[in-house]
């Protein structure tokens, strides 16, 4: 049963690029969360997703970012004209229920870097 | 809202010894969660151990155990016999039983150096 899969690992972008990152939940798992680590912090909740509905995303920043998970398909969490700020770690965590937090799967990231 | 402070950005500890992390938070709510997540160099988030708030009796996992004192808002992390694995970023956080027990809240880490 494969982990949460996150690609790519690592992204390059120029600013003003568009960056698209990536997460597949584990098998059976219908719950997405997508966090952010800047460097030498702590990660940060973005948002938290069901199929095919947005269902918190009280963390997101307002403009340039927004995500998805589709009914087919993994999630993504897009960002249009990147800014140097924008570079971290970006996490997806998975689930199979809401409100189980030791139930809850980490991927191992998309490094972002921007140019 | 709710914070998460842990106040050592760095730790250090030989191998086999005993080293203690810090953790404390705020928070209004009397039902949460509390976690010690692990990160290594592959930035893998690894779960080592939780706390449900209810709970009086302090969390243990192997090596690993919490000190957990709920009127102090205090949640520290205890980890035994000290191996060169346990060398990570660690991080506290916290979840909110109302907001959501999956939407968490982190501290600022602590960096765990093993000597050996």
């Given at each position: 049963n494969a982990g949460v899969m996150q690609n790519?690992?690592?992204?390059?972008?120029?600013?003003?690029?568009?960056?698209?990152?990536?997460?597949?939940?584990?098998?059976?798992?219908?719950?997405?969360?997508?966090?952010?680590?800047?460097?030498?912090?702590?990660l940060k909740f973005m948002v938290y997703l069901q199929k095919e509905n947005i269902i918190d995303e009280s963390g997101m920043p307002k403009e340039r970012f927004s995500a998805e998970f589709p009914k087919e398909g993994p999630s993504i969490l897009r960002i249009q004209q990147v800014v140097r700020g924008d570079s971290a770690a970006y996490f997806c965590a998975s689930s199979a229920t809401w409100g189980t937090p030791?139930?809850?799967?980490?991927?191992?990231?998309?490094q972002l870097s921007v140019l | 809202?709710?914070?998460?402070?842990?106040?050592?950005?760095?730790?250090s500890v030989q191998e086999a010894e005993t080293v203690t992390l810090s953790c404390t938070y705020d928070t209004s709510e009397s039902d949460y969660y509390l976690f010690w997540y692990k990160q290594p160099p592959s930035r893998q988030m690894i779960l080592v151990i939780r706390q449900e708030a209810y709970k009086q009796q302090n969390a243990t996992e192997n090596r690993f155990s919490v000190n957990f004192q709920k009127a102090a808002k205090s949640f520290s992390l205890k980890i035994s016999d000290s191996q060169l694995g346990d060398a990570a970023m660690y991080f506290c956080a916290y979840s909110s039983l109302i907001q959501g027990a999956q939407k968490l809240v982190f501290g600022q880490g602590t960096r765990l150096t093993i000597n050996p």
């Open positions: 790519p690992r690592h992204l390059v972008r120029r600013r003003g690029q568009e960056a698209r990152l990536r997460c597949s939940p584990m098998k059976g798992h219908s719950h997405v969360y997508w966090y952010r680590q800047l460097p030498e912090e702590g030791e139930k809850l799967f980490f991927g191992s990231g998309t | 809202a709710q914070t998460v402070t842990q106040s050592q950005p760095e730790m």
